[in-house]
């Protein structure tokens, strides 16, 4: 799964235990409603995210993670995240940016038009 947005936050490292590090980016999506969608990235692929900074266009790959952790009370409860292991910078929008559209195949000249009949055409 992708998500393609604009970077809004990156978060430094945390150092959760001993063994175990992530960091956290908030991506915002360009839709009708932008949606700011928290992607963590655990231990190496932390790294990835150093060479990256709020305001550039970015398509992360991510994972949906779900676990269940029963509390000291017996009661079951579910926890999702999202994962991300891959991040790319997209190239910026702009004039000139669009690639070239191919030309279009010309079409054969009608060979049945017919000029009697009545145009139905609401203009």
Known sequence: MEVIGK???INPEQQVSASFKKRELVVTTDEQYPQ??????????????NSYKQGEAVKVSINLR????????????????????????????GPGQTPPMPAAEAFAPATNLNEDEPDDLPF
């Open 66 to 93: 779900g676990r269940e952790w029963v509390n000291p009370q017996g009661e079951t409860r579910y926890f999702n995240s999202i994962q991300g292991w891959r991040i790319e910078k997209l190239a910026p929008e």
């Open 36 to 49: 700011h969608i928290l992607v963590e990235f655990t231990q190496d692929k932390c790294d990835l995210l």
């Open 7 to 9: 970077v809004k936050v």
